[in-house]
């Protein structure tokens, strides 16, 4: 046995293994390197790659234009029907307000309030009590209140116009 692989005691030992820091610290490097690339790469193409894009002839989407103010007009007198319950003698009272963005629109609404309070009390008597008891009924009748209005004025005016219909009063009894 040779001197440098025994200890003193005569136990041999085996041969130190050399530190492996060079091949860490390289990787360390490396991932501090790509993080700052990437992050540098990133900032410069949010800044001046819009410009550039543009400049290669890529389209740059057209911002929507803001949406008109909402205008609201109430359907009066309050409709009262007698719904169409044959075991009990039942009514159902309900304001309406419908909301569109166009004034035009709204004035066509006015003036074709006759022909679309009609279709909307023939459709608010075929009701049942128990269809419009609860949430999903009310929403299912403001549906199809919408879509009867919509109907009415694209086939007047060639466009639905109204976009929503509120009931800010619904009573039954």
Do not use: C
């Amino acid at each position: 046995m040779s001197a440098a692989a025994a200890d003193e005691g005569g136990i041999p030992q085996a041969a130190p293994v050399p530190k492996a820091k060079a091949p860490v610290l390289a990787i360390i490097v490396a991932v501090v390197m790509s993080a700052a690339a990437s992050g540098g790469a990133a900032f410069w193409f949010s800044s001046h790659g819009a410009p550039a894009a543009a400049a290669h002839g890529a389209e740059a989407k057209p911002a929507a234009p803001p949406k008109a103010p909402a205008q609201y007009l109430a359907l009066e007198p309050v409709f009262t029907v007698n719904l169409e319950d044959p075991d009990a003698s039942r009514f159902l009272q309900v304001e309406i307000q419908v909301m569109a963005r166009d004034a035009a629109a709204l004035e066509a609404l006015k003036t074709h309030q006759p022909r679309i309070r009609n279709a909307l009390l023939l459709l608010l008597g075929q009701q049942k009590s128990a269809q419009i008891a609860d949430r999903a009924g009310k929403e299912k009748l403001q549906a199809a209140v919408l879509a009867e209005i919509q109907k009415i004025l694209k086939d007047e005016t060639g466009k639905p116009g109204v976009e929503a219909v509120y009931f800010t009063s619904f009573v039954t009894q």
